[in-house]
């Protein structure tokens, strides 16, 4: 096997090519005018096997096209006398420890071992796959064609997956984005996927029991108080033959935690006398939050570029974004590698630059989103993961005033709010 010189005149596609869209080949002959080196030919050669006077095309096609519109004589290919050349390959991906190859190279050898005919099992092996992996990369290299030589098998084998199930919008997805974003596109994907599931799954289960779903959320001014949630469907029914005659059913599709399906009762009957003033109240509670975070938006651009002012707003935004009982992602995760790595802690500035500081300010700070409003009304009632928004908001709030932030009558009658609504839930889990 060898990289050749050879005449384009003398060679031919494989009739047993699946593909039959080879996409904008007049693109790809443009793109292949800029290579530098031999203009008119792709960066990648096509790689094909010596037949008698011709060659035939095992990997490549797209290419081949391209290079035919640019009427060039003669190209580069990679060229195996025989189908047992492709032993070296091979040895070139089975001896990957001696001259480590990239992602991309070892990817580039496995996809053409399949397409020169070395058997599945051995390709497997050679390449550290799990079983049934060469199967779902030849699905893959099917969808994509020549575009998966210059992709990871990783993300060869989640476009298999996608494949597989039928989203050819899924496949285009991650066969368009860039090979560094590939990961987070497919993981996106199946969360859209498994978010999509849920909500099915909690609509049948409402059919079934006969549970009505209102279209929009019963609010405070049809007389209706949120009172809880299931995000199961096999519990639906139960929670809903729970509450008392004449409550509602809407099912929240994007929820913090998944979608689920919240339950609301009349409040006082049917109907709830106070519903006008409940509005009113929740009104408020907005108000009071917007206006709080705001005031304490613009204390904080004041004080930020000293980085002595706020001392300990600074230090509480810093241990967020350390929490790893908040984050799920990096920056605990690459800490921790560092600290592993390298055998040494290092130390947490408490001094950040403003800049720094800022940033933190608005991923971390503990400000309540306006939607609480409505929990907050005559002491609410708080689920789990929203007793721990409460919480915060005091202890954000605290430590503001520690800094030299003033609490107008506002904020302190949110805080008394929340205070109540706190109590309530302390209540309900005693």
Partial sequence: MELREIPVEDVYPDEKNPRKDFGDIAALAESCMLNAISPGEPVNPIVVVADGGIYRIVDGERRYKAMKMNKLKRCHAVVCEDLDEANSLVAMVATDDKQQLSEIERSRGVQQMLLLGVDPERVERVGRMPKGSAARLRRARAAVDDAGDDMTLDRMLAIAEFEEAGDAEAVERLASCREAEWSAVARSIR???????????????CAEAGIALEEDVPGYEDGYV?????SRPSAVAEAFGRLPEGSLAWLCEKSYGGPEVRFYWPVNGAADPDAERRAELAHEAE?????????????????????????????????????ESRLDSDPTDKLERFVERAGIAPDIPRALSGAMAAYLYETENGELPLWYARNLVDGGRLREWEVGYAERWLRWLNTCCLDGYKADEADEALADMVDDALATAREEEE
Avoid at 191 to 205: F, N, S, V
């Fill in 191 to 205: 969360e859209e996927r498994e978010t999509a599931e849920k909500t099915e799954a909690l609509r049948r289960a």
């Fill in 287 to 323: 108000g009071m939050i917007k206006s709080g975070a705001e005031r304490r938006l613009r204390w904080f651009a004041r004080t930020v570029a000293d980085a002595d002012a706020c001392p300990n707003v600074r230090g509480m935004l810093l241990d967020s974004f350390f929490d």
């Fill in 226 to 230: 949120y009172r809880t949630s299931e």
